[in-house]
């Protein structure tokens, strides 16, 4: 326990970096980071292309997670592995269940 005369420090301020502590960019690699995942909407605006066929389509079954495209004939033909109920439908890249969006 603290007694009444001891008051609370602040945490000390960290040591500034200079340029040269930072580690160097390997050859071939960006030194910018990633600009990260992209938001709903900018996925929208991509060209759709199925994973099975490799056709550029207007509509696809799309992953929430990793953004796995499928057509819809590609869907119903590979229907009996991604699905055991026709409800939702199980990703095969990263596992994630997604709905059919009919239910």
Same mark, same amino acid.
Do not use: H
């Given at each position: ?5 001891e ?10 970096m ?22 709903? /909407?900018? !996925? $929208?605006?991509?060209?759709?292309? %199925? ?6 389509? @207007?509509?696809?079954? /799309?992953? !929430? $997670?990793?953004?796995?495209?499928? %057509?819809?004939?590609c869907?119903?033909?590979? @229907? ?24």
């Open positions: 326990m603290r007694n009444e005369t008051t609370c420090r602040p945490f000390a301020a960290a040591p500034a200079k340029t040269a502590d930072l580690p160097t960019a390997q050859p071939g690699l960006s030194p910018e980071p990633s600009p990260g995942p992209l938001s709903r /909407r900018e !996925r $929208r605006r991509l060209p759709l292309v %199925c994973v099975a066929c490799r056709q550029t389509v @207007r509509f696809a079954w /799309r992953c !929430r $997670r990793c953004d796995f495209a499928m %057509c819809q004939p869907m119903d033909d590979n @229907r009996w592995g991604m699905t055991c109920n026709n409800i939702t439908w199980t990703c095969p890249d990263c596992g994630e269940e997604n709905n059919y969006g009919n239910q």
